[in-house]
């Protein structure tokens, strides 16, 4: 019978932060929910260099993840590179999540699969922004009126853009989570705290705030699927940041100010429950926590929604109705309901009329 | 997937586990890897674990097959009777996108003794067909697909999975007294495809990798003489890594070990309109090849 979350899932956590000493038979396992969840380069960096001792297909497996990894840190690098003439300083260009986790040459950036690179500019910049990559050669994938109106006035990036011939996708933010959303908060304190990143001419968000924004990514962000890395993430973050003079202080209140405490009630419960990090007990107790009913509710939904299923069968239905729960939980802090339905029923019948022209088609091809 | 009883099929240079309730399927597989007995060994890990699972019964066009691997079906569905082909395109694809531990080259590879030749070619060169007649003549057959360099050791591994065959050359191959092939899938996404099945020396030497010998750049042109010219070893070096899965992925590491290639063996392009004056010819050139 299948079983969600896998049971070797705590092994598999266990793993990102030590050595495990396993026979082949677990490996193979641990290598595919790594694989599903994007954290096999991950074990590579604990396993690689280390004492132990690691069968031949094994070390090959972990060898070939770390090598996709520093590929695709190569591709931001590159990608930065040729982002670089466009920051002029007149404006800050803050980069964010992976691509900054990149510049600070953090820690948890290696065995990080980094997929896009994230730009924060100030809203009033956004237009010359976007135009400034337009003059030098990014695209943006033509998009229907309704879909340029979405992005434009009810989400908080531009559509994605990408350099012809290039794979790694640039997005455009004017803040960090949607404007009509219940967490939205103005972005222009943020900007206040940005770093510069030495030798570059981009800017990176302040500490506290890269880990509010990880909280926020990983617990605001659609279904949750297999979102198991964005908690390594604020779990990494955190052991970086912790040992820095008042971190924590800083931290709580700037969740407070920006009204991103339950995001960070979230990250830091999860990162403590399956990742051990080590967060004092008052941060924590600190924080308004959920209440007890939707603690209960989440304890079930996230583990389910975020960690890997076992691989040998399909998602199981429950993990797929937790998604789903999660992401009705996400349309309903991202909109008000007198917005969100409307744009819901849009976007299923846009897709029901999609798969129903779009099968036709591709049978007829077959027949 | 409700049996997961996976079956191994080891093919040298990796391990593939495959689950299928197909009885279809199973008899496919056991007619293209005919000598895989008992698994090859008892460790129970894979490179890749896939299963092949069948569509509802009642699809008006006809049912079909899916290629699961970890809870996820990667491709598009083929239909229910071609089990075999899916399961071998998706295998190559999987087996890509993995191995980067080594340099994998799109190439056929064959051997004399420990002296491998590597024929590098884009899709639709022939290089499928010259590698199973080099095969027919004598040569240990490495692959038709894959040159899976081990950048550790300096070598070329086996990689012994059938030989797709397609279209025209089926035919051909099939004219040969000791061709072994599988049955004719018609009308798949790259025309008919037929499984062309390596011999059982070949199977039983498929953990024993060789040494670059030779480099070849084959291209069958219908009709055109035979014209075989030395390339240098810095073009050599341009096109194995234009002829490579995840040369780029490699950065440095692939650009050394095409190197490392280019240096150790001599390289020829060879565009030839009959297949035999190109096997005459490689084994002139590998005879001559210090």
Do not use: N
């Given at each position: 019978m299948s079983q969600a979350p896998d049971p070797a899932c705590p092994l598999l956590l266990q793993g990102l932060s030590r050595p495990l000493d396993v026979d082949v038979a677990k490996w193979d396992r641990l290598l595919r929910l790594a694989r599903r969840t994007g954290l096999h380069a991950r074990l590579a960096e604990t396993h690689l260099d280390g004492?132990?001792?690691l069968a031949d297909p094994v070390r090959r497996h972990l060898l070939s993840a770390k090598r996709v990894a520093e590929f695709r840190t190569q591709m931001v690098r590159a990608e930065l590179f040729r982002l670089a003439p466009l920051c002029r300083g007149d404006f800050p260009v803050v980069v964010l999540k992976g691509g900054a986790y990149i510049l600070q040459e953090r820690r948890l950036s290696r065995g990080r699969f980094v997929s896009d690179v994230d730009l924060l500019v100030p809203q009033s910049q956004l237009r010359t922004m976007e135009e400034r990559l337009r003059q030098a050669g990014w695209q943006t994938a033509p998009l229907d009126p309704y879909d340029e109106r979405y992005y434009r006035d009810w989400s908080?990036?531009?559509?994605?853009?990408?350099?012809?011939g290039r794979t790694l996708e640039v997005d455009l933010h004017h803040a960090l989570t949607p404007v009509t959303g219940r967490l939205a908060f103005n972005p222009q304190c943020l900007?206040?705290?940005?770093?510069?990143?030495?030798?570059?001419?981009?800017?990176?968000?302040a500490p506290e705030d890269q880990v509010l924004h990880a909280c926020l990514?990983?617990?605001?962000?659609?279904?949750?699927?297999?979102?198991?890395?964005?908690v390594v993430d604020i779990d990494g973050l955190v052991r970086e940041l912790a040992p820095e003079p008042k971190f924590w202080d800083q931290l709580v209140r700037r969740a407070g100010r920006l009204g991103l405490e339950r995001p960070l009630w979230y990250g830091l419960s999860f990162a403590r429950l399956w990742l051990g990090c080590p967060i004092p007990e008052q941060v924590l107790a600190g924080l308004p926590a959920p209440s007890r009913g939707t603690t209960w509710i989440m304890d079930r939904l996230v583990p389910l929604a975020m960690?890997?299923?076992?691989?040998?069968?399909?998602?199981?239905?429950?993990?797929?109705?937790?998604?789903?729960?999660?992401?009705?939980?996400?349309?309903?802090?991202r909109m008000p309901a007198g917005m969100l339905v409307p744009h819901l029923a849009r976007k299923v019948l846009r897709r029901t009329l999609a798969r129903h022209v779009g099968s036709e088609a591709e049978e007829n091809n077959g027949a | 997937m409700p049996d997961t009883s996976y079956r191994i099929v080891d093919v040298g240079a990796a391990r593939i586990a495959v689950a299928s309730p197909l009885i279809e399927f199973h008899h496919q597989l056991n007619l293209v890897y005919p000598h895989q007995r008992d698994g090859g060994g008892d460790v129970p890990f894979a490179d890749i674990r896939v299963a092949l699972t069948p569509g509802s019964k009642l699809r008006f066009w006809g049912r079909q097959v899916r290629l699961w691997s970890e809870s996820q079906a990667p491709f598009e569905p083929y239909p229910i009777g071609s089990a075999l082909p899916l399961f071998e395109w998706g295998s190559n694809w999987l087996l890509s996108q993995r191995l980067n531990a080594y340099l994998l080259l799109h190439a056929g590879v064959v051997a004399r003794g420990d002296?491998?030749?590597?024929?590098?070619?884009?899709p639709g060169s022939g290089k499928s067909t010259l590698t199973c007649a080099l095969h027919l003549a004598g040569w240990r057959f490495f692959s038709d697909e894959f040159g899976v360099i081990d950048m550790e050791r300096g070598l070329v591994l086996p990689m012994l999975k059938p030989a797709a065959l397609k279209n025209a050359s089926i035919e051909v191959i099939r004219q040969h007294t000791n061709a072994v092939l599988g049955p004719v899938f018609s009308g798949t996404r790259k025309g008919d495809v037929a499984h062309f099945v390596p011999d059982k020396e070949s199977f039983e030497e498929r953990r024993t990798g060789a040494h670059p010998h030779m480099v070849v750049f084959p291209r069958y042109v219908a009709g055109a003489p035979l014209r075989c010219l030395p390339v240098p070893p810095t073009e050599a070096v341009m096109r194995i890594g234009l002829n490579s899965f995840n040369y780029q992925t490699l950065g440095p590491l692939g650009f050394d070990a095409a190197v490392r290639i280019a240096r150790q063996a001599r390289a020829y392009d060879l565009s030839y309109g009959d297949l035999n004056d190109a096997l005459a010819c490689i084994e002139t050139l590998f005879d001559q090849t210090p």
């Open positions: 004492d132990v001792t908080h990036e531009t559509p994605p853009m990408r350099f012809p900007f206040e705290t940005i770093r510069l990143v030495t030798g570059s001419p981009f800017h990176v968000l990514h990983c617990f605001q962000d659609g279904d949750l699927e297999l979102r198991v890395r964005e960690l890997p299923p076992d691989p040998d069968y399909p998602e199981p239905a429950k993990v797929r109705w937790a998604r789903r729960a999660m992401l009705a939980r996400y349309h309903l802090q | 002296q491998a030749v590597i024929l590098p070619a884009q």
